[in-house]
């Protein structure tokens, strides 16, 4: 079992940046996936990082903006995204694995991109 907790959401402005956080409760081997859900949609993945090597997988809509990386010391996994984009929009998750079926999910940090 692990406890995950995202921080890091906000307000920004289309073309801003902003990096979230997903903090376990302690040293885990899954891989931590990031996800999202916009308003009236189902939620979608991020992105994923490895337990493992820290390889990472993006989603189409994430690459060449959002980047993933991991603190093993700190047991943190972080969500870097630049030139945020209105359609950006939602409450993004963290969770213990990569698909949209995990056992544990954190409770979510909500991200806004408007001007």
């Known amino acids: 079992q692990v406890q995950l907790k995202e921080s890091g959401g906000g307000l920004v402005e289309p073309g801003g940046s902003l990096r979230l956080s997903c903090s376990a409760d302690?040293?885990?081997?899954?891989?931590i996936g990031w996800f999202r859900q916009a308003p009236g949609k189902e939620r979608e993945g991020v992105g994923c990082i490895s337990s493992k090597d820290g390889s990472t997988e993006l989603q189409d809509s994430a690459k060449g903006r959002f980047t993933i990386s991991k603190d093993n010391a700190k047991n943190t996994v972080y969500l870097q995204m630049n030139n945020l984009k209105p359609e950006d929009t939602g409450v993004y998750y963290c969770a213990s694995g990569c698909g949209l079926y995990n056992d544990y999910w954190g409770q979510g940090t909500q991200v806004i991109v408007s001007s």
């Open positions: 302690r040293r885990t081997s899954y891989a």
